[in-house]
């Protein structure tokens, strides 16, 4: 494989990607800076086909990362492989307002192959190459310039393993017929609603015990204004204000600026300055919380009880029992709160009763629930039966 120096002009990365845009697929890591900002950093971006590799720097004066940001969310024709991509495809969807289509992720193929629930890259390429790779440049401060050369050979095996790694693990999933299962799983996380950030919404990520409307409606306006002011700023939300104080000021608003003192996590300064006065006016603008928009008092789904809670547990056993039998993590294939619900009494809107979750475990786990299916020990190994 021939590894490119960095790249740093327009248009050696314009001829870079209309070649590897020829690949059915090609393997994608970013390397990111997210401790100080809201917005991640991005500082470094890896490529590869099979014949090729480059790391391009985003932040070399003047490069224009269209021709990449084309080839990721723009051609159908190359599939994108990433290794627990969920934080690279946020930073293209930043980007672009798109998502990386259509895409592979490693990490949930392992999953399907029995590798374990969230295989880390390093145990997933010594797992099938055989190679233990360097991790002395993992903590490195991407953003500062130059970058010297372990740095950048530390990245560029991001994909160059990767994109050897991807078609050996696609041939071992179709000799054991699980690709299909991974289809509804990419649709998922390719999905690019998953990365909007609507600060309307951003009320419902805070914790607090109030079922006020007046309340919510306070808490709703002011996570909305903090993650106003954290992206215009581009600092993290909690260097604006915590969740805690934010929650304290919904329940108990000041009444006046001068108040704002006297809150706990507010510095002295609140009282006087400009972000202050904005915090003020997010209150004062504030409606009481929509009817339709109120949280449920009660869960949407039936509560377990204390028979029910005994249920889940005998359906989180037979998960563990098929997951060793079919060699599958159990996370791929049943989530707790499906289990939770299927032993409360619910049998719509379930995954675990579609499609390949259904035929690997649902069926069995209804028949568990409803008395056709029992355990049993045979040969001091855990088994189930059916019964009569």
Not at 55 to 73: F, R, V
Not at 80 to 87: E, L, N, P
Not at 100 to 128: C, K, R, S
Request: proline share 5%; glycine share 6%.
């Amino acid at each position: 494989m021939q590894i490119h120096p960095l790249i740093t002009d327009s248009k050696t990365l314009a001829d870079f990607c209309a070649r590897i845009a020829k690949s059915p697929y090609v393997a994608v890591d970013t390397e990111f800076m997210r401790e100080n900002s809201y917005w991640p950093e991005l500082c470094l971006v890896q490529v590869a086909d099979p014949h090729e590799a480059a790391a391009i720097d985003p932040k070399a004066p003047g490069l224009d990362m269209t021709p990449l940001l084309d080839l990721m969310c723009e051609n159908e024709d190359v599939l994108k492989v990433f290794h627990a991509g969920g934080q690279d495809i946020e930073i293209v969807h930043n980007l672009t307002g798109k998502t990386p289509h259509p895409m592979f992720d490693t990490q949930i193929a392992a999953m399907a192959l029995g590798l374990g629930e969230q295989i880390g890259y390093g145990n997933l390429v010594e797992a099938w190459m055989g190679v233990q790779l360097d991790k002395g440049a993992r903590f490195t401060d991407w953003a500062r310039r130059p970058l010297d050369k372990r740095q950048i050979d530390y990245a560029i095996g991001d994909v160059t393993y990767l994109i050897q790694i991807f078609p050996k693990m696609l041939e071992e999933l179709r000799k054991t017929g699980r690709g299909d299962w991974l289809d509804q799983e990419m649709e998922r996380i390719s999905d690019p609603s998953n990365y909007e950030n609507n600060p309307a919404d951003a009320w419902k990520r805070v914790r607090i015990a109030s079922r006020k409307a007046d309340v919510l409606g306070r808490l709703k306006a002011l996570a909305a204004w903090r993650e106003l002011e954290a992206q215009d700023k581009n600092l993290p939300r909690g260097r604006i204000v915590k969740d805690e104080t934010l929650a304290d000021i919904a329940s108990h608003p000041p009444r006046t600026q001068d108040d704002l003192g006297k809150v706990r996590g507010l510095s002295a300064t609140w009282r006087t300055n400009d972000i202050g006065a904005r915090l003020m006016n997010a209150i004062a603008n504030q409606q009481p919380l929509d009817k339709d928009d109120m949280p449920d008092r009660e869960p949407r789904r039936p509560g377990l009880g204390k028979d029910g809670a005994l249920v889940a547990d005998l359906l989180k056993l037979l998960l563990k029992i098929r997951s060793r039998d079919i060699n599958v993590a159990s996370r791929l294939l049943a989530r707790s709160d499906d289990i939770e619900a299927l032993a409360a009494g619910v049998r719509d809107d379930l995954s675990i009763l579609e499609g390949w979750r259904y035929e690997q475990f649902g069926r069995d786990a209804v028949d568990l629930v409803e008395g056709r299916l029992a355990f049993a020990v045979k040969n001091g190994r855990l088994k189930m039966t059916r019964t009569e």
